[in-house]
């Protein structure tokens, strides 16, 4: 008797049943279209935050080789002054002389 009492069911009830029903799609249509746009967003935005890490990532690394390249041409510098201050004295022991020498041109280099 239930399917009698429901096929029987005015018909105003059905049609508002089913425009709250259409109501509700509606909604949760633009709520799905909100969240795809937020969900853009969010993904621009990540998108930007790995490239500027990249750049950041690059740039240290490019300043950790310019550090090291200093660090190098200053080594290279003064084994060179020290070799010609060898050099120019004649004397090649590393004495006690020798040895203030170069601390001296360690610190004019550093």
């Known amino acids: 008797m239930d399917d009698l009492a429901s096929a029987s069911a005015p018909a105003p009830d059905l049609e508002r049943h089913l425009e709250e029903l259409r109501g509700r799609a509606a909604r949760l249509h633009a709520g799905n279209r909100d969240l795809a746009a937020r969900l853009h967003g969010v993904q621009a935005r990540a998108a930007l935050v790995r490239l ?43 004495g006690a002389g020798g040895f203030f020498e170069l601390q001296a041109l360690a610190s004019l280099i550093a």
């Open 52 to 94: 500027t890490n990249a750049r950041l990532r690059a740039e240290a690394e490019a300043s950790a080789l310019a550090r090291r390249l200093a660090a190098a041409s200053r080594a290279l510098a003064l084994r060179q002054m020290y070799a010609a201050s060898v050099s120019a004295s004649g004397d090649w022991s590393c």
